[in-house]
């Protein structure tokens, strides 16, 4: 497609249930990022695919959170067992890897937990 | 590590007036320094960049911005504001010298625009 582009646009689910929210990366970007959006808190960072590189998890903020990429190209984010305070905007962007290069980003899942 | 400071949280302004959002960041070494806004229920968009070179950076919708090493500084500007630019502003720094992931992005400034 022309743009990133995200799924669920939102979801509402109760509290200890799973969630997966998706990620479909502009074609020929190689990179591929995953920030949480809360409310007055700016964009968080949670995971970076470059490639077949080792995905740089740092950012996750515990073991129910986990991601993956098939055939470099779409993602998945899974919250497991999710919180109230995993409410928050989903957002997915992509890039090509140079220095510089910019990041596009979708429109975001926006994620309530009951 | 680096970070990002914005410290307006709100701003308003009238139509036609002049604009500027403040950022400063903390970074070891010459950073990449980008500007980002965000409609409602819109993801983010690219208003202008800066890495290297003359300090005073052009960005689409008519925004520019300057690059101040002494001040650790990278304003927003806009000469003349109009209705459709009010959104929230990020701010964000990347680490020079590689691809620019792990964006540090500072906690955005709200726009208001009065008519």
């Known amino acids: 497609g022309a743009g990133v582009s995200q799924s669920p646009s939102n979801k509402v689910t109760e509290k200890g249930k799973d969630v997966e929210l998706r990620c479909d990366p502009i074609?020929?970007?190689?990179?591929l990022y995953w920030y949480r959006q809360s409310l007055g808190q700016g964009l968080e960072f949670l995971i970076y695919?470059?490639?077949?590189?080792?995905?740089?998890k740092s950012g996750l903020p515990s073991d129910r959170f986990s991601a993956e990429r098939t055939g470099g190209s779409v993602s998945t984010l899974t919250i497991q067992r999710t919180q109230q305070e995993d409410s928050a905007v989903y957002l997915c962007?992509?890039?090509?890897?140079?220095?510089?290069?910019?990041?596009?980003f979708g429109e975001g899942s926006r994620l309530t937990v009951l | 590590a680096q970070s990002v400071t914005q410290p307006d949280i709100h701003i308003t302004v009238s139509e036609g007036a002049s604009l500027e959002l403040r950022c400063n960041y903390s970074?070891?070494?010459?950073?990449?320094l980008f500007w980002y806004v965000q409609s409602p229920g819109q993801g983010l968009q690219l208003l202008l960049k800066?890495?290297?070179?003359?300090?005073l950076v052009q960005g689409i919708k008519g925004f520019e911005a300057e690059f101040k090493r002494s001040q650790s500084s990278f304003n927003l500007r806009k000469p003349s504001v109009h209705w459709s630019d009010a959104a929230e502003y990020f701010c964000?720094?990347?680490?020079?010298?590689?691809?620019?992931?792990?964006?540090?992005f500072g906690k955005g400034t709200l726009l208001t625009v009065n008519p």
């Open positions: 962007a992509s890039s090509l890897v140079r220095r510089g290069g910019e990041l596009f």
């Open positions: 074609s020929g970007h190689t990179a």
């Open positions: 695919f470059q490639g077949n590189s080792a995905p740089d």
């Open positions: 970074y070891g070494a010459t950073p990449y």
């Open positions: 800066y890495f290297s070179g003359d300090t």
């Open positions: 964000a720094v990347g680490r020079s010298g590689g691809s620019n992931y792990k964006l540090t």
